[in-house]
């Protein structure tokens, strides 16, 4: 005869934290017992909390029992700050039970009788037992405390309740429950240099597939937010075809000249270049025309303010601010210290799918950089990243700073070339004691191009190209070769086929 202990587990139990339904692929498994280990400190208690605040209100019924020293009366008033906190669940749906005392003087077997007793009678469908490691001590027999979370798994699950182990790790500690329970997540800290980093992988699902790894999380005023590893989770198909494509002007007449109509959609465009050379006021017009066509746009940058960089923007005629109140352009910001990889990502990511976003403008790829805590992850990460504004059918740019008059182009990122369609140089050279600008585009991916050195110049109505290459030969001196290189070319245009 079946069970309900036996029954099939196919239903599932979302634990409500942002990013962790993700790496679960939705969530526990109904009546499964899961062991939740870290050290102290970590955040476990937090999570637990988050977890059956999340399950009472959709409705279900919880118990948590605390088996800490510490009292859960005084838990509760550490957990009040944060939002997911609601006492008027409490003690109806959600029943707090200090457990501690009672398993000291009862001892074991009556303890279970009191799980049993308390989860029968308030109808729970979700207990979190915090402190385990309480009742292995107790035990004092690895035998015993496996009997022992053998005898709770099977009253829960019989119940039709979901199980919450929660444990502190310590070196010492062998964890010989992770054999007897449903699913294992660990969490855990870090000091990286002055920066601490939390983390989150899952050890053990039975019975699914989930997100491989570790995966960042912040402990925020609303709990617990987790950064699910973007290159294990995003899409590695490219969906947008050949036949689909179409173009997108910068709005600048000769360099969409140059690009032979704008660059492809749903293609990643690298501006490379130096301090003020003028990427940004690129890519301000790129989001700028894209507006003026009823394409939403996003910049997201790291170093200019908004309010100056809407109102550089409207000086030069690019009305961002009227963008702006028209829902076509949404622009953020983000100081570039105590950022995680993961979590630049997932914001730009979810304001895209949001607000379904056609244009992008990263303004300073090195933001990203500055939050990579492992350096080595970059170009898995960044491939991803440009992976799936691809599948979202969003025309990127980004752009990154190189060295004044730096003559060797090092790219920010190994492997970047093969990661993005086009790119496009600006850079600086010295002739007769003046600055001169100049543009050129280095690649471009399934499309012709002009590929000639073109001068421009940034005025107070933007940006202009010259119309030729000729100008841009006129000034190149920085090898001390201008006269050579305008009398070694006869033709007036060089192009390159893809």
């Not at 999570?47 to 399950?55: K, M, R």
């Not at 074991?108 to 385990?132: Q, S, W, Y």
Request: aromatic share 8%; with cysteine.
């Amino acid at each position: 005869m079946s069970t309900t202990e036996d029954a099939p587990r196919s239903a599932r139990v979302a634990t409500g934290v942002p990013g962790l339904d993700a790496i679960l692929h939705g969530g526990l498994f109904e009546r499964s017992s899961t062991l939740v280990f870290g050290p102290s400190g970590a955040g476990k208690t937090i999570l637990g909390n988050q977890i059956v605040f999340h399950h009472v209100r959709q409705g279900g019924r919880a118990v948590y029992i605390t088996l800490l020293t510490e009292t859960h009366g005084r838990m509760l008033d550490y957990l009040r700050t944060l939002s997911f906190f609601d006492d008027k669940f409490i003690p109806d749906q959600l029943s707090f039970i200090g457990g501690y005392q009672h398993l000291i003087k009862e001892g074991m077997a009556n303890f279970l009788h009191v799980i049993h007793k308390e989860t029968h009678e308030r109808g729970a469908t979700m207990l979190v037992l915090d402190g385990i490691a309480v009742i292995e001590a107790l035990t004092g027999s690895t035998l015993e405390f496996q009997k022992f979370i053998q005898q709770l798994s099977a009253l829960v699950a019989a119940a039709g309740c979901t199980l919450l182990l929660l444990a502190n790790s310590q070196q010492d500690r062998t964890f010989v429950e992770h054999g007897m329970v449903d699913s294992v997540m660990e969490v855990s800290y870090r000091f990286v240099g002055v920066r601490s980093i939390r983390q989150l992988a899952i050890t053990k699902l039975r019975g699914s597939d989930f997100i491989q790894g570790r995966h960042t999380f912040r402990i925020t005023s609303d709990g617990i937010v987790v950064f699910p590893r973007l290159e294990a989770m995003v899409s590695q198909a490219n969906l947008v075809s050949g036949e689909r494509r179409t173009r997108k002007q910068f709005g600048i007449a000769r360099l969409d000249e140059m690009l032979e109509g704008g660059v492809n959609t749903g293609s990643t465009t690298a501006l490379l270049g130096a301090p003020g050379a003028g990427k940004t006021l690129l890519g301000v017009n790129f989001l700028a025309t894209g507006g003026a066509a009823g394409e939403r746009g996003l910049y997201f940058g790291f170093y200019e303010s908004p309010p100056r960089l809407i109102a550089k923007a409207d000086a030069i005629g690019l009305n961002f601010s009227k963008l702006m109140q028209e829902g076509l352009l949404d622009v953020v910001w983000q100081a570039p210290v105590e950022r995680f990889l993961d979590e630049l990502a997932h914001q730009l990511l979810d304001i895209v799918r949001q607000r379904r976003v056609e244009r992008v403008f990263i303004d300073g790829i090195d933001g990203f950089l500055r939050a990579a805590m492992l350096p080595e992850r970059l170009p898995a990460f960044f491939t991803a990243l440009c992976n799936e504004l691809r599948f979202l059918g969003v025309t990127t740019l980004f752009s990154e700073e190189l060295e004044l008059f730096q003559e060797d182009i090092d790219a920010p990122i190994a492997g970047m070339s093969a990661m993005v369609e086009n790119l496009i140089l600006l850079r600086y050279v010295e002739y007769r004691a003046h600055l001169h600008r100049l543009i050129s585009i280095l690649k471009m991916r399934e499309s012709g191009y002009d590929s000639a050195l073109r001068e421009f110049t940034i005025s107070r109505t933007g940006i202009d190209v010259a119309e030729t290459f000729h100008s841009a030969e006129a000034v190149l001196t920085g090898r001390a070769r201008a006269a050579s290189i305008v009398s070694g070319r006869s033709s007036g245009r060089s192009r390159r086929k893809p």
